[in-house]
Structure formats: C-alpha cells, structure tokens
C-alpha cells in the first residue's frame, strides 16, 4: 500500500459546487497532516494544516479521521480560481525525533464556468 | 514571509553537462531540500541538509551531490546531466524538522531543467 493516496482525477465541477478530495495515510505514526494547492507549472503553496478538530478557511474545510487514517479537504462554492491539483502531505514522526514529509501524487480539480 | 529563490527558472543542458541548480532562503531556516516532480510520480526527495555543510540523502540520491556552505544557500549539482533528469526541480525550505504549528515547508518557485 502507497503511504499517501490521493484520486488523481481529474474532478470537473462547474462554479459554486461543493467538491471533495479524500487522502488516506498508511503510517500510523503519522503526526501532523497538510493540504498544498499547485497551480499549473507552478511551485506547491501550503493551503492550510489540518488539526485533528478539524479546521475550517472560509469556503476550505480540513478533517482528519486517525481511526480511519484518513484526511478531507471540502470546497463549498467552488470558484474559476480554485482550478488546481491539491496535494496531500503527511507528517512521519516518531517521538521527538525530526519528521519526514511524505506528499501523494495530487487530485486535480478543474472549475468550469 | 519566507522567500525561496531559484535562480534559473528554465534551463536546456545537454547530456554529459555538469549542471548546478542555485537556491537562497531569506528566513535564517535550518533545513533546505531539493525535490524532483514528474508527471505520475508527484514530488520525490532528492537530498536535504538541516545544517551547514551537513547533508542527507533523500529517496532518490543517485546522479545528484549536493552542496551548503553557507546557511542561506542550497546548491543541486548534476555532475552529468542525463536525459532520464529533465524535470522540474523545486527547492524548499523549513526552520526545522517537526513540522509543527506554523513551521511549515516552503517552495522556491522551481526549475525546469531540459537534458537534450
């Protein structure tokens, strides 16, 4: 099993839906989790973290579900400018020791008028 | 905010080149990367270093050496180019390795090497 999983999509939506990306994990020992947002020829840019409360960015809503090892990253009305791949980051840390990032491959979303 | 920056942004070599690959952060940041991203493959480690002149290999090493002699600066250096190494490559830096609260990784804007 991959350690980070993400759909590649592409997810085509038109504007002002409300889209979802899931990401499952493999590595219990995974500690803290992000989502980056990766325009076209362009460098990944952190989105948000996601706490395990689960966090919400105006229309952006990250949750994390451990028991199930998986985090969420929800898009309610979608605008042209949310056209991306979002990539999924996971933290390995062990104890105190230093982490190591772990990203998937990305899902792209394609907003349509 | 953090600034990575990536001196060449497009590059073309040709196959046996030595190529060096240029990267300075501004946020006095501990550790410095270098990733490769390939169309189906996403990013992958090349090497880090989370201090001067102290290094780390990443997941794929091989045909890469790497260079920081100076906290601010992370160098990539292909000592001949290959083909199989026309990708973007993207320097990050972070101000240390937990990754916790607001220590997050931050991307350079990358550069697109070319191995004819």
């Known amino acids: 099993r991959k350690e980070v999983e993400q759909d590649p999509g592409p997810f085509n939506v038109p504007e002002g839906a409300t889209v979802a990306f899931n990401c499952t994990y493999s590595?219990?020992?995974?500690?803290?989790f992000f989502w980056y947002r990766q325009d076209c020829r362009k460098e990944p840019k952190l989105l948000m973290s996601?706490?395990?409360s689960g966090n919400e960015d105006g229309r952006f809503t990250a949750q994390l579900n451990r028991a199930s090892q998986y985090i969420s990253l929800l898009i309610r009305d979608s605008k042209l400018s949310d056209s991306a791949t979002y990539l999924c980051v996971v933290n390995l840390r062990y104890g105190g020791s230093q982490g190591n990032l772990i990203f998937g491959k990305g899902t792209k979303l394609s907003v349509k008028p | 905010d953090v600034k990575v920056t990536q001196s060449s942004r497009y590059l073309v070599k040709r196959t046996g080149e030595k190529v060096f690959l240029e990267c300075v952060q501004d946020m006095d940041h501990e550790n410095m990367f270098w990733y490769r991203q390939d169309p189906g493959l996403g990013l992958r480690l090349i090497y880090f270093?989370?201090?001067?002149?102290?290094?780390e290999k990443g997941d794929i090493p091989e045909g890469y050496s790497v260079s920081r002699e100076k906290k601010e600066r992370f160098s990539l250096i292909l000592e001949s180019a290959s083909t199989n190494q026309t990708s973007m490559y993207l320097c990050?830096?972070?101000?240390?390795?937990?990754?916790?609260?607001?220590?997050?990784?931050?991307f350079g804007a990358g550069s697109r090497l070319t191995v004819l």
């Open positions: 270093s989370y201090d001067v002149k102290m290094k």
């Open positions: 996601v706490y395990s």
């Open positions: 990050a830096s972070s101000k240390d390795r937990t990754f916790s609260g607001a220590n997050v990784l931050t």
């Open positions: 590595n219990s020992a995974s500690q803290s």
